[in-house]
């Protein structure tokens, strides 16, 4: 989902390289907000593409 989401926002076409894995990489990982919304009442304000453009266009305007 993040390279289709990078490629729409970017308007590239991002193929996803994979390698060896490394020592220490998590080898599986998805985000579970359910705790924080059951407990805390938590709503996110943005959508995940919303999020992740509003940083791309973030990091343009900061990087050196």
């Known amino acids: 989902d993040l390279v289709v ?3 729409k926002i970017l308007s ?3 193929n996803p390289m ?5 020592q ?3 080898k599986h ?3 579970n907000i ?3 919304q059951r407990f805390l009442g938590f709503t996110p304000r943005v959508s ?3 999020g ?3 940083l791309v266009r973030w990091v343009s305007t900061e990087s050196v």
């Open 34 to 36: 359910s705790k924080a």
């Open 12 to 14: 590239k076409s991002i």
């Open 29 to 31: 990982s998805q985000a």
């Open 24 to 26: 220490g990489d998590i």
């Open 48 to 50: 995940f593409e919303e």
């Open 5 to 7: 989401f990078l490629n």
């Open 18 to 22: 994979f390698e060896d894995e490394r």
């Open 52 to 54: 992740l453009e509003k």
